[in-house]
Nanobody, 125 residues
Framework: QVQLAESGGGLVQAGGSLRLSCAAS????????MGWFRQAPGTEREFVAA????????YYADSAKGRFTISKDNAKNTVYLRMNTLKPEDTAVYYC??????????????????WGQGTQVTVSS
């Protein structure tokens, strides 16, 4: 069993930055893929970024490339999402997810077995 707890959301002006954190506990993650997804009101949940805990490989949605960075701290069992140059369209609830192991595509939420409670990110124009 894995528990995930996000933090770091908030209100920021367009062009600003935020760093989201996802603290993982309860199990080993050596074979896990950690993902960030987001969901804005009235829209489908969408993939943002993912990271292989073992290999450190990273994957990004086109909307995140060049602006967002996913990273991890092994000692803290924490995954981060650094978001720069934020835009109003980035406003959403951001969710951390874990797939242990991943069976399928890294960008499909249905392949992740554990989810955090979400953290709100609001970008004002």
């Amino acid at each position: 069993q894995v528990q995930l707890a996000e933090s770091g959301g908030g209100l920021v002006q367009a062009g600003g930055s935020l760093r989201l954190s996802c603290a993982a506990s309860g199990s080993t993650f050596s074979s896990a893929v950690m993902g960030w997804f987001r969901q804005a009101p009235g829209t489908e949940r969408e993939f943002v970024a993912a990271l292989s805990w073992r290999w450190g490989s990273t994957y990004y949605a086109d909307s995140a490339k060049g602006r967002f960075t996913i990273s991890k701290d092994n000692a803290k069992n924490t995954v981060y999402l650094r978001m720069n140059t934020l835009k109003p369209e980035d406003t959403a609830v951001y969710y951390c997810a874990a797939a242990s192991p991943l069976r399928g595509s890294y960008d499909a939420g249905s392949n992740y077995n554990y989810w955090g409670q979400g953290t709100q990110v609001t970008v004002s124009s």
